[in-house]
């Protein structure tokens, strides 16, 4: 069931949102200062490919202050625009029976885009 889910997540924009943060994360890396971002969008466009079948969880290491410190500056930077987006996408499919699915396929990476730093995404 997670493999039919994927393929047709893929086809219907799954692929898209990907590479928009496959090409940010690559932009990020171009500056020392932005790989550590980068790194966390390249975590966001591989849960962005495939999505069913993995979640987010928090890291046992995450509570240290950079981990607070750059999930602010996170936010500052963007991070709270991508999580609205993903949001409003996942609130837009939850109205019909057959978005649901991807409806909170968007509200888990909510959740990876309001704090990316200290999360790791598992196979479920």
Known sequence: MNILGNLVWLIFGGIIIAIEYFIGSILLMITIVGIPFGIQ???????????FGRETRVQSR???????????????????WIAI???????????????????????????????PFGRDIVNI
């Open 41 to 51: 969008t390249l975590k966001m466009s591989a849960m962005a490919i495939w999505p």
């Open 62 to 80: 995450a509570s240290g202050c950079l981990y607070i410190l750059m999930n602010i500056l996170w936010l500052l930077c963007g991070g709270l």
């Open 85 to 115: 987006t993903h949001f409003v996408f996942g609130a837009i499919l939850c109205i019909t029976i057959i978005g649901i699915p991807f409806g909170l396929q968007h509200f888990k990476l909510t959740a990876i885009a309001l704090s």
